[in-house]
């Protein structure tokens, strides 16, 4: 099993690691959307809205496949939580632009609320 870690994408804030690579998958832990830190240590801030969160959340995924020399076109399952079911076509638009033709399975996961009052987290696995 080897861990995977990049600085491009938020830093874990528990007892957990950004990715995983086992048996051939890569497991990448949930992404929320934060925005990139302003600077080495600090803290990130969440994107505003939906959308934003949404494109942040897949830049981290972006680039901790990346860090596993992957990209999104090797995503083979894809786990999207909301806490609002009314967020959904926001959320898939921006989903759909950042996969293009790549169609992984999914999962749409309607949640009470997410951590940091995160509008949406996003986790998948990739084969690589």
Same mark, same amino acid.
């Given at each position: ?5 990049t600085?491009?994408?938020?830093p ?20 929320l959307g934060?925005?990139?830190p ?25 680039a901790i !496949? ?5 990209? !999104?076109?090797?995503?083979?399952s ?5 806490p609002?079911?009314? !967020? ?13 033709e790549?169609r992984?399975?999914?999962a ?10 995160? !509008? ?9």
């Amino acid at each position: 099993m080897e861990l995977i870690h990049t600085q491009q994408a938020t830093p874990p804030a528990g007892h957990y690691s950004q990715a995983v690579r086992a048996n051939g998958f890569i497991f990448v832990s949930g992404q929320l959307g934060f925005l990139p830190p302003a600077a080495p240590g600090a803290r990130p801030a969440l994107a505003s809205g939906a959308a934003a969160q949404t494109r942040e959340a897949l830049r981290s995924v972006r680039a901790i !496949l990346e860090a596993a020399g992957a990209s !999104l076109a090797a995503v083979a399952s894809v786990t999207v939580y909301i806490p609002d079911v009314g !967020l959904w076509d926001e959320v898939n638009k921006v989903y759909e632009q950042c996969f293009g033709e790549h169609r992984p399975a999914r999962a749409i996961v309607p949640t009470r609320e997410l951590h940091y009052g995160a !509008l949406v987290e996003i986790s998948v696995v990739a084969v690589g």
